[in-house]
């Protein structure tokens, strides 16, 4: 029934700007902290920005702070993360991540999207 939908993915040049989209419907979204995670080639999986379930706390790596900001509407049981001053490095897939707050037990995936940033 839970299906995280990720959208927005594409190509964009260095310095350019993408936002995605991850709808999460069939489930109690307020109750889920939502995170977005990215694999490159030969890389492991990792965490890029997590939001917690009101949207008031958010964490970011390294390599995105200042340029990425995660954020979610409860009401539209969406995730977004604007992508800003892009690089060749984020380049990879990117997925939505569901985790149930009460326990951290249950987890959600989306199904990617792909971002490619060259020139």
């Known amino acids: 029934e839970v299906q995280p939908v990720e959208s927005g993915g594409g190509l964009a040049q260095p310095g350019g700007s993408l936002e995605l989209s991850c709808a999460a419907s069939?489930?109690?979204?307020?109750?889920?902290?939502m995170s977005w995670y990215r694999q490159a080639p030969g890389k492991e999986l990792e965490l890029v920005a997590a939001v917690s379930s009101t949207g008031g706390t958010t964490i970011y790596a390294e390599s995105v702070k200042g340029r990425f900001t995660g954020s979610r509407d409860n009401a539209r049981n969406t995730l977004y993360l604007k992508m800003n001053d892009l690089k060749p490095e984020d380049t990879a897939v990117y997925y939505c991540n569901a985790r149930r707050v009460v326990d951290g037990k249950l987890d959600y995936w989306g199904q990617g999207t792909q971002v490619t940033v060259s020139s």
């Open positions: 069939g489930l109690t979204f307020s109750t889920y902290a």
